[in-house]
């Protein structure tokens, strides 16, 4: 592939082109197999390996990243070289799974350290924890106030037994306020770097899923008890594979069953969420120690910038009322309210927003519904475009939901709401409530009309 012709079209040229590795590879890798014309240049050394007797190493503090498959940093973050990356991919996109069906080398390796892990989850005995509550600490990494200590976090209680999906679309993500559905993410078990995250998602961050570890066991099978196994422990989150906002996930205590009952509780927080898309923990960092330091004006245009962005479209208030290190427990609460009663978000489908040629322009992006899903155009006049999803107005499979009303997940024991047969509960006595307090508007008025 001639690559200056490419950088050319894109617009670089001279010192913009980034540099293409000359190093290439001296030895023979010991299970993935090229195809004619790849000799492995841009892949990391990992995958030179044999996956079969891979022992993934700890970082500087001890914990396991994306695998084991990448070098890391200072900061105990996986380090990779993504313009390499990038140079490979172009120049083998059109030879691996196009011919013959081969998949690529970096594939094949990681297969198997995910049917490995698959295997072993198989056959974990979990003692119960599934039916444990926990309380849980979630702060965002690198963003430290004066004293050194998380400027982001929040606490909550829930059960342990909850599907990673679940938790991250209905919990994690009303608590801290990203926008639901709208980027991949992962949870990485920090015992031995194992990635978990969600089937079949579409977000257009999805193309850097190389940088985050390939391949992922999907979320929604198994339960946060499977990233855990004392109080002390702790496992990773990544949201947003390009931005990549770094999250860290405490076990602070873990309940007795008998004192276990399931609902969802926030019990604390402190700092506002950063705003989507505002590049990341690192540059976030730097956002907030200029923040701190600037003068009066200057943070009203910071905060104007936080506002600005798509989880804070619903402020409502003029900047200077905008506290950047403030925690509003009843509007999270009311956030956690609404993801609860809803249906799971379509991984197929996420949010994403389009600038169209012409308005009724079909949105590529968009595959075959399936029963019960429709796609929601929301349109923005002053950006000339749309926020597009597909939503779901069927009811959850069980195995992979929780109650509408207080969080707790049933299974088979969930009941189905015999109005719309969209919501579960886990209780009569919890319907009863959800339904005077939040379904009535739901689900009567939509239903009376038929």
């Known amino acids: 592939m001639d ?34 014309g790849d000799n492995g240049e841009g892949m990391p050394e ?32 996986w380090d990779f070289d993504g313009i390499q990356m990038m140079y490979r991919t172009m120049a083998h996109q059109f030879s691996y799974d196009n011919r013959g069906g081969t998949p690529w080398p970096e594939n094949q390796f990681m ?22 509550d926990i309380v849980i600490k979630i702060h965002l990494k690198f963003l430290q106030d004066a004293n050194g200590d998380p400027r982001i976090w929040r606490r909550v209680r829930l059960s342990a037994g909850m599907k990673i ?14 926008v639901r559905n709208l980027h991949c993410y992962t949870f990485t078990d920090l015992r031995d770097g194992a990635v978990f995250g969600p089937e079949d998602a579409n ?82 960092q730097n956002f907030l120690k200029a923040y701190d330091t600037d003068s009066y004006t200057e943070q009203v245009k910071k905060k104007r910038e936080i506002l600005d962005s798509p989880n804070y479209k619903g402020f409502g208030k003029p900047p200077s009322l905008f506290d950047i290190d403030a925690f509003d427990v009843d509007q999270a ?22 600038m169209p040629i012409n308005p009724s322009a079909h949105d590529s992006r968009t595959g075959k519904l399936k029963k019960g899903q429709s796609i929601q155009r929301e349109w923005d006049h002053e950006s000339h475009g749309y926020w597009q999803e597909t939503t779901s107005s069927t009811k ?18 969930l009941k189905t709401c015999s109005g719309c047969r969209a919501i579960l509960y886990c209780s009569a006595e919890h319907q009863k409530v959800h339904w005077k307090d939040v379904h009535k508007k739901q689900c009567s008025r939509k239903y009376l009309k038929k």
């Open 203 to 284: 977000a257009t961050d999805i193309m850097h899923i190389n940088q985050v570890g390939y391949v992922y066991l999907p979320d929604d099978k198994y339960m946060l008890a499977h990233l855990f196994s004392k109080v002390g422990d702790t496992f990773a989150h990544l949201y947003d594979y390009g931005d990549k906002w770094h999250h860290e996930i405490e076990i602070e205590k873990i309940f007795p069953v008998e004192e276990s009952y399931g609902r969802v509780q926030i019990l604390d927080g402190k700092g506002m969420c950063p705003g989507e898309n505002m590049r990341g923990s690192y540059q976030y």
């Open 3 to 36: 690559f200056t012709k490419l950088f050319s079209t894109l617009s670089l040229t001279g010192e913009d082109i980034p540099p293409r590795s000359t190093t290439r590879p001296t030895r023979k890798p010991k299970f993935v197999k090229f195809l004619s």
């Open 46 to 77: 990992t995958f030179f390996e044999d996956p079969r007797t891979f022992k993934p190493k700890p970082g500087p503090h001890g914990q396991i990243q994306t695998w084991g498959i990448f070098p890391y940093n200072e900061d105990n973050i």
């Open 111 to 132: 297969n198997v350290l995910k049917d490995r892990k698959r295997e072993q989850l198989s056959k974990l005995d979990l003692a119960d924890l599934d039916k444990k």
């Open 333 to 354: 609460n009311e956030r956690l309210s609404a993801a609860l009663s809803s249906p799971n978000s379509v991984r197929a489908g996420m949010k994403a927003f389009t």
């Open 165 to 178: 999906g679940v938790f991250q679309d209905k919990v994690l993500s009303p608590l801290l306020n990203w």
């Open 396 to 413: 959850d499979k069980r195995s992979q939901s929780a109650c509408a009303a207080c969080g707790k997940p049933g299974g088979q024991d």
